[in-house]
């Protein structure tokens, strides 16, 4: 009788990671309208309303909770704020948020006027949330496929180019972000553009490095690289992506070992504008 | 599992998915969140042994995989270990005893995440070992430790439903401390 339990238990469990390899086969051999990222999409249709309502209902708790746990301090605050309120009145341009989202709205609008994307449309959209798994450097958005985004879009805003679009919903998508470490640009630099490289994300914690770059390749720190649009890129050209922060040539080594940062500030993500851009096939 | 208790341990799972994309998404220390969905089949490899920690490790795995952008099918893949492993490995434990929940939670929590990360990358996802480890590890322990207890007299309530009552019976002793 135990014999027999354990052997349905182990039967149990051997379908179930067969079923589970067998799922992750399918989804990692397909692309955009696959099986599972059907599912994905009905699922996240399905959920998005769900998770949005349960939002909507905690926000106001929690910032009860929060003024309830700071009141003394509040009152206080609050006294000092209507003491100053004129004064806020007549600088509340200068808010710090609101500049904050000016200056981001200003370099979405000069990254608008690259030649490389002026010509091509864009729908600028607002960011819904920083990253669903400890496991990859996303942000989620809420256009898809109802607005013309889909798979494969390259994503700018904040000073250069923040990713690249790798799921997409009816009305939400998921951007890989430049710095994750799945991330690969197809990069261009020095004068004429002459130089080309691979731009690699390295995960949140590390820096970006430039792989490709062979030893003695004339390079200074806060070089600028831009994407190369060559035949078949992912990106469009011209879109600014990295400046170099360190350069290192070491004794026989085959390449270049450079160090460097995203151009758009990756943190102060709240527009982004999706390039309607797709890589040729 | 009764078709009762399979609603009931789907609402629970809807719940904790529905907490982990929001409340918890929110708790940030320095960009790592806690991971609260690996407690279910913890939870119900604790209660009903290896079989239901398994079953239930896949499908709550398969909803989280839903809304994650990393290969659908592996948090299944990680629920169905993770519930057999833990399952198995707390058969011969006297379920009453006080630090079997909180252990079980933060070892079952970081092997998981290990595992997670490190399949993730046999499957091509190189970027899900580039982390964090030391804050990830540190962050889901605390927090799976503290949850655990809450989780599982969700999935207590999911599970014991009058139709699995007399299966739960059967598969354990009364002196088992499931109740």
């Known amino acids: 009788m135990a014999r027999s339990r354990r052997s349905r238990r182990t039967l149990t ?95 979405l609008m000069e990254l608008k006027n690259l030649p490389s994307i002026s010509a091509l449309p864009t729908v600028t959209a607002q960011t819904q949330e920083m990253g669903t798994s400890n496991f990859t450097n996303t942000i989620t958005i809420d256009k898809g496929r109802a607005d013309g985004v889909d798979v494969g879009m390259p994503v700018v805003g904040a000073g250069g180019l923040v990713g690249q679009v790798i799921q997409s919903f009816h009305h939400t998508a998921v951007v ?38 062979p030893p003695h390749t004339p390079l200074h720190q806060g070089e600028i690289m831009y994407t190369s649009g060559f035949d ?31 151009m758009a500030n990756l943190s ?14 | 599992m009764s078709g009762r208790a399979t609603i009931r341990v ?9 907490a982990q994309s929001t409340v918890i998404l929110s708790i940030r220390i320095g960009g790592t969140h806690p991971d609260i969905l690996w407690l279910l089949p913890i939870t119900a490899a604790l209660l009903a042994g290896p079989e239901t920690g398994a079953i239930v490790g896949f499908w709550s795995g398969l909803a989280f995989d839903l809304v994650l952008p990393t290969p659908f099918g592996l948090g299944a ?45 046999i ?7 580039q982390i964090d480890f030391f804050s990830l590890f540190a962050i889901v322990a605390i927090s799976s430790a503290f949850l ?32």
């Open chain 1, 232 to 262: 078949a890129a992912a990106f469009p050209p011209g879109v600014p992506v990295a400046r170099v922060t360190s350069v290192h040539t070491s004794a026989g080594a085959s390449q270049e070992t450079i160090a460097v940062t995203p």
């Open chain 2, 77 to 121: 893949l990680v629920g169905c270990i993770l519930g057999y492993s833990i399952g198995a490995a707390t058969v011969a434990v006297d379920k009453r005893a006080v630090w079997l929940k909180p252990v079980a939670a933060v070892v079952g929590s970081v092997a998981a995440d290990m595992l997670f990360s490190v399949l993730g990358a």
């Open chain 1, 176 to 213: 890989r972000l430049v710095n994750d470490g799945q991330s690969k640009v197809g990069v261009s630099f020095g004068t004429a553009q002459s130089h080309t490289a691979t731009v690699d994300g390295q995960g949140p914690v590390s820096l970006m490095t430039a792989d490709l770059v």
């Open chain 1, 13 to 107: 469990v051997v379908v179930l990671v067969v079923l589970s390899l067998t799922i992750i086969s399918v989804d990692l051999t397909g692309r955009t309208h696959t099986i599972t990222s059907g599912v994905k999409s009905v699922a996240n249709g399905v959920f998005s309303p769900l998770r949005h309502a349960v939002v909507d209902v905690l926000s106001p708790i929690g910032d009860f909770f929060a003024g309830a746990v700071h009141y003394g301090s509040l009152q206080s605050e609050n006294q000092k704020l209507r003491a100053t309120v004129g004064g806020l009145r007549q600088q509340q341009a200068e808010n710090a948020f609101e500049k904050n989202q000016l200056s981001q709205l200003r370099q």
């Open chain 2, 10 to 18: 789907a609402l629970v799972a809807l719940l904790l998915l529905l």
């Open chain 1, 268 to 281: 102060q993500l709240a527009y982004v504008d999706v390039v309607l851009w797709e890589p040729a096939a």
């Open chain 2, 148 to 179: 655990v207890l809450p989780v599982n007299r969700l999935m207590r309530w999911a599970l014991l439903v009058e139709g699995n009552r007399r299966t739960l019976v059967s598969a354990h002793s009364p002196e088992s401390g499931i109740w």
């Open chain 2, 123 to 129: 499957f091509g996802q190189q970027q899900m070992v």
